[in-house]
Protein backbone atom coordinates (compact mmCIF):
# COMPACT_ATOMS: atom_id res chain seq x y z
CA UNK A 1 0.00 0.00 0.00
CA UNK A 2 2.65 2.29 -0.27
CA UNK A 3 2.85 4.93 -2.87
CA UNK A 4 5.19 7.61 -3.59
CA UNK A 5 5.40 10.89 -4.54
CA UNK A 6 4.05 11.74 -8.47
CA UNK A 7 4.25 15.02 -10.09
CA UNK A 8 1.05 16.76 -10.27
CA UNK A 9 -1.06 15.14 -7.74
CA UNK A 10 -3.15 17.16 -5.44
CA UNK A 11 -2.60 15.64 -1.87
CA UNK A 12 -6.30 16.89 -1.06
CA UNK A 13 -7.76 14.63 -3.47
CA UNK A 14 -5.62 11.47 -1.90
CA UNK A 15 -6.00 12.22 1.13
CA UNK A 16 -9.37 13.76 3.39
CA UNK A 17 -7.66 15.70 6.69
CA UNK A 18 -10.40 15.01 9.86
CA UNK A 19 -9.25 16.49 12.42
CA UNK A 20 -5.65 18.12 13.59
CA UNK A 21 -4.25 16.03 16.29
CA UNK A 22 -0.67 17.47 16.89
CA UNK A 23 1.17 20.37 16.55
CA UNK A 24 4.65 21.44 16.21
CA UNK A 25 7.60 23.91 15.05
CA UNK A 26 7.49 21.42 11.58
CA UNK A 27 4.20 21.68 11.04
CA UNK A 28 0.96 19.91 11.92
CA UNK A 29 -0.28 16.10 12.06
CA UNK A 30 -3.99 15.40 10.96
CA UNK A 31 -5.93 12.31 11.62
CA UNK A 32 -7.46 11.88 8.01
CA UNK A 33 -8.35 9.09 5.24
CA UNK A 34 -6.19 7.41 2.20
CA UNK A 35 -8.83 8.05 -0.27
CA UNK A 36 -7.53 5.02 -2.72
CA UNK A 37 -8.17 2.29 0.32
CA UNK A 38 -10.31 4.43 2.92
CA UNK A 39 -7.32 3.79 5.45
CA UNK A 40 -7.23 5.72 8.41
CA UNK A 41 -3.81 7.60 8.24
CA UNK A 42 -1.96 10.24 10.00
CA UNK A 43 -1.00 13.26 7.68
CA UNK A 44 1.86 15.23 9.10
CA UNK A 45 1.99 18.71 6.61
CA UNK A 46 5.01 20.59 6.88
CA UNK A 47 5.87 24.40 5.57
CA UNK A 48 9.06 24.30 2.91
CA UNK A 49 10.67 27.53 3.27
CA UNK A 50 13.90 26.45 5.49
CA UNK A 51 16.41 24.48 3.77
CA UNK A 52 17.27 22.41 6.60
CA UNK A 53 13.95 21.51 7.18
CA UNK A 54 14.10 19.94 3.75
CA UNK A 55 17.20 18.11 4.20
CA UNK A 56 15.82 16.14 7.44
CA UNK A 57 12.59 15.98 5.64
CA UNK A 58 14.44 14.06 2.40
CA UNK A 59 16.05 11.70 5.50
CA UNK A 60 12.44 10.75 7.14
CA UNK A 61 11.10 10.03 3.42
CA UNK A 62 13.92 7.82 2.66
CA UNK A 63 13.42 5.96 6.10
CA UNK A 64 9.64 5.85 6.28
CA UNK A 65 9.90 4.46 2.12
CA UNK A 66 12.25 1.96 2.68
CA UNK A 67 11.62 0.95 6.20
CA UNK A 68 9.22 -2.12 5.93
CA UNK A 69 8.83 -3.54 9.86
CA UNK A 70 6.19 -4.55 11.96
CA UNK A 71 7.79 -1.72 14.76
CA UNK A 72 7.95 1.20 11.96
CA UNK A 73 5.26 3.13 10.61
CA UNK A 74 3.80 2.52 7.68
CA UNK A 75 3.79 4.77 4.78
CA UNK A 76 1.60 5.58 2.29
CA UNK A 77 3.08 8.59 0.17
CA UNK A 78 4.18 12.14 0.04
CA UNK A 79 3.02 14.97 -2.34
CA UNK A 80 3.79 18.46 -2.67
CA UNK A 81 1.34 20.99 -3.08
CA UNK A 82 2.82 24.68 -2.92
CA UNK A 83 5.25 25.15 -0.76
CA UNK A 84 3.86 22.42 1.74
CA UNK A 85 4.81 18.45 1.66
CA UNK A 86 1.99 16.48 3.10
CA UNK A 87 3.09 13.33 4.39
CA UNK A 88 0.24 10.06 4.90
CA UNK A 89 1.35 7.74 7.40
CA UNK A 90 -0.17 4.50 9.55
CA UNK A 91 -2.38 6.13 12.24
CA UNK A 92 -1.76 4.83 15.86
CA UNK A 93 -4.73 4.98 17.29
CA UNK A 94 -3.52 4.52 20.73
CA UNK A 95 -1.07 7.65 20.53
CA UNK A 96 2.21 7.76 21.44
CA UNK A 97 3.63 6.67 25.32
CA UNK A 98 4.14 9.95 26.36
CA UNK A 99 0.58 10.76 26.01
CA UNK A 100 -0.47 7.53 27.54
CA UNK A 101 1.81 8.57 30.71
CA UNK A 102 0.07 11.64 30.86
CA UNK A 103 -3.17 10.57 30.20
CA UNK A 104 -2.98 7.90 33.13
CA UNK A 105 -1.57 10.33 35.62
CA UNK A 106 0.63 7.69 36.85
CA UNK A 107 3.45 5.12 35.35
CA UNK A 108 2.64 2.61 33.04
CA UNK A 109 2.26 -0.94 34.24
CA UNK A 110 5.78 -3.07 34.36
CA UNK A 111 4.46 -5.79 31.63
CA UNK A 112 3.43 -2.78 29.61
CA UNK A 113 6.95 -1.05 29.99
CA UNK A 114 8.51 -4.71 28.90
CA UNK A 115 6.51 -4.86 25.78
CA UNK A 116 6.83 -0.83 24.64
CA UNK A 117 10.80 -1.70 25.39
CA UNK A 118 10.74 -4.93 23.27
CA UNK A 119 8.67 -3.65 20.50
CA UNK A 120 11.31 -0.21 19.93
CA UNK A 121 14.45 -2.35 20.08
CA UNK A 122 13.33 -4.45 17.69
CA UNK A 123 12.22 -1.34 15.85
CA UNK A 124 15.52 -0.49 16.00
CA UNK A 125 17.49 -3.65 15.58
CA UNK A 126 15.72 -3.76 12.35
CA UNK A 127 16.60 0.45 11.67
CA UNK A 128 20.07 -0.99 12.36
CA UNK A 129 20.42 -4.23 10.40
CA UNK A 130 19.38 -1.59 7.04
CA UNK A 131 22.00 1.25 7.35
CA UNK A 132 19.58 3.57 9.64
CA UNK A 133 20.24 5.32 13.00
CA UNK A 134 17.10 6.89 14.72
CA UNK A 135 18.98 9.20 17.60
CA UNK A 136 15.82 10.76 18.63
CA UNK A 137 14.21 7.77 20.73
CA UNK A 138 11.88 9.39 23.37
CA UNK A 139 8.32 8.58 24.63
CA UNK A 140 6.88 10.69 21.99
CA UNK A 141 8.24 9.30 19.37
CA UNK A 142 7.22 5.43 20.33
CA UNK A 143 3.76 4.97 18.93
CA UNK A 144 0.84 2.29 20.08
CA UNK A 145 -1.78 1.23 18.50
CA UNK A 146 -5.25 -0.20 20.36
CA UNK A 147 -3.98 -3.59 19.13
CA UNK A 148 -0.79 -3.73 21.60
CA UNK A 149 1.60 -3.08 17.92
CA UNK A 150 4.29 -0.50 19.02
CA UNK A 151 5.80 1.92 16.14
CA UNK A 152 8.49 4.31 15.81
CA UNK A 153 8.23 7.29 14.05
CA UNK A 154 9.38 11.11 13.32
CA UNK A 155 13.29 9.98 11.56
CA UNK A 156 13.72 13.67 10.88
CA UNK A 157 17.12 13.30 12.85
CA UNK A 158 18.02 10.10 11.60
CA UNK A 159 21.19 9.43 9.85
CA UNK A 160 22.85 6.45 7.81
CA UNK A 161 25.39 4.34 9.55
CA UNK A 162 28.39 3.52 7.88
Keep these: HTHTHTQGEDPDEINRLDEMIAEGAFGAVYKGCYLPTGQVVAVKIVQLEEDETFEDLVVEI ?20 GDELHIAMEYCDGGS ?15 AIVLVCRETLKGLAYLHSVGFIHRDIKGANIMVKRDGSVKLIDFGVSGRSE
Design 97 to 111: TADIYQDLEHHLAED
Design 62 to 81: EVLSKCHHPNIVGYFGCWCK
